[in-house]
């Protein structure tokens, strides 16, 4: 049978209270409501903790809004269930050590009045205790003593008939120690990335006339710049792997040219001294025959000398078109690995390039945003000239995601970006600031522009369905615009856009909104 919708539950709950002839007072219309939705009613459940925890968790991701909203949800229909699994889901999106913070702050502050025999506390505690174990890799073992409190706690959590008081005891100790370890890793995780952009920004400066090797530098301090995200690091890993394997070939080339060249100087100062040496052995010939027509006394003691002097002008012409064919030959070997060269180095600078690019949709990647808006803002200020951004976020890409796979997804931002850039004009500039989200730079554009800009490429998308295979997917986005104001930082201005974006997004999407 298939779950009851809420209103439908509401609906039935209505019935009933007519029916049962019941006064619809809040606590008659909670207990039947619970009845048919089939939510255990617990006496004590403790709502306005729980909601100060909700209010507590941070939401920067939309996996972690998503889990907050569902456990506002939960809160408000009083269903333990609800609240487990928000929580739990949580901790998968925070990386375990803020999750598990929060919890164990609720379950440090439960009220003393629950009944352990309820049907979800043991539960709930028992999730805590898997929460607490699945946090406990992130933060590190270096304290032996937390790790052993960590063990302790979760075998506690995990009896079926735990002691309560004991349990909380458990959770006291081991909160405070927590936050300790917590602040710990996150100080020694930033202290790691200072000390890699260091050492990457020193190398980009040592290599400023290697233009392909700078790119990789600036690759890899966009890629460890927090927060830090495996897929990232991977295309910048293949990205550099790519660099690295055409440096090699770069290198090979040059030092084979380097050898080449070495044996063309080698050789063609050996025909020079051939050369040298034919041409003095032709001139002393000369000078002989010279002496010996000087002293002919009849045209039968000349012929013989002039055949002489025929042969040796043959001979040295011989030789000096031999030496010429020679060198020609070298010399367009030379001129062959020469352009081999500049084709690998023109490769290595479009590689390089791609660095500030994101592989999957051929936009600029943050690195390549950075730049481009650094630029932009240096012209607004100096031509005193309008420039806004738009900063959009494709709907229900999550959902694609879960039900086409996400290799479709990704084919899906790929069209996004290709209608983008097409519905562009040349001077504006398109980056993947995000996930789904796509940052596009509008020069030359107060913001009721960027708006109608924004809403030409909504009506465009919904012209050129995305094709999943044989099935037509529409592709809307929510979208932000902001103009830069006169004094306003370039990335200000991106959150003032980011900002009117969510708002779209909870007016109903696939809108525009202006900031």
Known sequence: MSEKKTFEIARETLKQLTARKLAPTPVNYKAIYNEIAGIPSVEHFPAQELRSIAVSLQAKTPGQQRQKGLLESAIDRMNWDGVCSAFVAYAGFSGGAEAAGSAVTYATNMPSSMDPGLPMGPEFLSQMGRLIEYAQPALGTDDERFSEQGRQLVKALKEPAFNMVEVKQLLVSYSHRLSFAAEDQSEIKKGLLKLLQLVFENIGELSMDDHWLKG????????STFPLTLRRLDDVGSLLKDVISKQKDAKQKTLEAQDEMRQM??????RLSQISQSTGSFHEKLEDSARQIENAKSLAEIAPVLKEVVGATRNIARDTMSARDELQTMRTQATSTQLQIAKLHQELDRVSAQARHDPLTGALNRKGLEEALEREMS????????????LLDIDNF???????????????????????RECMRPQDTLARYGGEEFVILLPDTVMDMGIEAMTRLQRELTKRFFMAGTEKVLITFSAGVAQVAETEPGMDAIRRADQAMYLAKRSGKNRVIGS
């Open 216 to 223: 990789q530098m600036d690759s890899l301090k966009a890629a």
């Open 265 to 270: 100087l080698a050789a063609f100062i050996d």
């Open 379 to 390: 012209t607004f200020r100096r031509k005193e000239m309008p420039l806004s951004v738009a």
């Open 398 to 420: 999550k959902s694609l995601n879960d039900s086409l796979g996400h290799v479709i997804g990704d084919s899906a931002l790929s069209h996004l970006a290709q209608v983008a």
